[in-house]
């Protein structure tokens, strides 16, 4: 906004005509005196010229005065119009009139106001004379002519851009504040959990890997290196563990991904989130459950064909159509299938409950759910489940988005069990405090120093500990807790 009111108000300067400006004086004094006494003279003529200057004065702004004016200057312009660029004064004291002229070239300006004092001259003897030249009593001569001006009083460059300048500032300060306190778009964790009283669990920065046909990240880089590698491979992690932390009573096992608008990253998040729990040794099944624009198949690069729907359907059994992925021996894919033409309803189904639940049985279950504004279905999935992991974009999705969307789920008896911050920025002011940026130096190993093993995190060492605490629930895939799920539907 600054830099709109510099050039403006250089655009401004640029158009305007100059104006220039001069000033020529004239003396008040006898015509001819009768007496050789040359002080009785000066006394008289001073006496006499200071009684007219009043008078002179208004007879200098009469219409006769400016038309003689325009005339013995030569210039085209009517008497009003030369009037409004003459302004006559008479410093105090003095039998002195100075006459100010106006314009739009040097020239012009300086003819003018030496035109003046002689048309004012006429104008005297018209008035107080015969109209001759001299006639009258007194007269008033030129006796500093006006000085041709170098410069013109108008524009003032300098003046113009600092007011712009100004103007702009102040404007660009103003719009700032006013986008400020009207910006609903969510973009700190502190304000989203303080409106929704539900805690953020993940905060995933922005990756030029995670972007177009490449969505998948892998969990068991260090993301070591330039980038924000570690930074997504960091927030990954501690998306699993605040999930394996979460309502430890009653920790879910089927948990559906969704969002309130598409291109908010959920399905990425899902798949990334699912292949992060896998490499921790935690069987996984990753289902998609957007029987609409099923992604899924095409982000894990495995085939689609029969999937979810033909099993809700009876055209296929459960352990027909789970697929195995070479990214992880411990995930699983469960595609859509086949597109239905009642989605809602297919998903929404007593059937849709029980192969959730039979999966659940055996293994952690991820949901990649449909956007919850658009359509009904992440809200009957989320029913359907133990609760549903919203994922929001920085910078994008406003407080009515996520406001409605919780009110979806509200009234599909689902439970929102926490919210993921996506495409959180790594600088600037919107900087996340979880972008790991601070963190980098984790991520690059000490000059000198071998590496002697990969990198291992809480969630490993705790999938480590009960494999071994429990052999027979490690063989079966069936971590701890599995029996105090709570019952859904």
């Not at 910006?183 to 989203?192: C, E, M, N, P, Y």
């Not at 890997?209 to 990954?236: C, I, Q, W, Y």
């Not at 994008?396 to 920025?425: I, M």
């Amino acid at each position: 906004m600054t830099i709109v009111g510099l050039i403006a108000a250089a655009g401004w300067t640029a158009i305007q005509t100059p104006v220039y400006r001069t000033t020529a004086s004239g003396l008040i004094e006898l015509v001819e005196t009768n007496s050789d006494d040359v002080a009785a003279n000066a006394i008289m003529s001073d006496s006499m010229a200071r009684g007219k200057v009043a008078t002179y004065l208004e007879m200098a702004t009469w219409e006769p005065t400016a038309s003689a004016a325009v005339e013995i200057a030569g210039l085209n312009m009517s008497p009003t119009a030369a009037n409004n660029r003459v302004t006559v004064a008479n410093p105090n004291g003095t039998a002195v009139l100075r006459v100010t002229a106006s314009g739009s070239t040097p020239e012009a300006a300086a003819a003018l106001a030496d035109a003046w004092i002689e048309a004012l001259a006429q104008t005297i003897d018209d008035f107080e004379g015969d109209g001759t030249a001299g006639s009258a009593p007194l007269t008033v001569r030129i006796a500093s002519p006006a000085v041709v001006p170098s410069t013109p009083v108008y524009p003032d460059p300098q003046t113009a851009l600092i007011v712009g300048g100004v103007l702009g500032l102040g404007f660009g300060i103003t719009f700032a504040l006013i986008r400020t306190v009207s910006d609903r778009r969510i973009r700190s964790t502190a304000d989203v959990e303080t409106h929704t009283q539900i805690p953020v669990v993940g905060t995933i920065p922005i990756s030029e890997s995670l972007g177009g046909d490449s969505r998948l990240f892998d969990p068991k880089s260090s993301g070591r290196g330039k980038g924000t590698g570690f930074a997504v491979s960091e927030a990954l992690r501690a998306l699993r563990t605040n999930l394996q932390f979460m309502d430890v009573d009653n920790p879910p096992r089927v948990l559906v991904v969704t969002s309130p608008l598409p291109s908010d990253g959920k399905s990425t998040i899902a798949a990334n989130l699912a292949l992060t729990l896998a490499a921790s040794g935690q069987s996984v099944v990753l289902v998609d459950g957007d029987l609409r624009r099923s992604t899924v198949a095409k982000t894990m690069g495995i085939p689609g064909g029969a999937g979810l729907s033909d099993v809700l359907a009876g055209r296929a059994k459960l352990t027909d159509v789970l697929q195995r992925t070479p990214r992880s021996p411990n995930l699983f894919i469960l595609t859509s299938g086949s597109a239905p033409p009642n989605p809602s309803e297919v998903l929404g189904s007593e059937r849709m409950h029980h192969v959730l639940d039979d999966l659940s049985q055996h293994a952690f279950v991820i949901v990649d759910a449909p956007p919850l504004l658009p359509v009904t279905d992440g809200a009957v999935l989320t029913h359907q489940a133990d609760g549903a992991l919203l994922v929001l974009t920085i910078g994008k999705t406003t407080y009515e988005l996520l406001d409605r969307s919780l009110d979806a789920l509200r009234k599909s008896s689902g439970r929102a069990l926490g919210l993921v911050l996506n495409r959180a920025p790594v600088r600037g002011a919107d900087a996340s405090r979880y972008s790991y940026d601070y963190r980098k130096s984790y991520g690059e190993p000490v000059s000198g120093e071998a590496e002697t093993k990969p990198q291992t995190d809480t969630a490993d060492e705790v999938a480590k500990t009960r494999a071994e605490a429990g052999p027979a629930e490690a063989e079966t895939g069936n971590p701890v807790g599995a029996g105090a799920r709570r019952s859904r539907g």
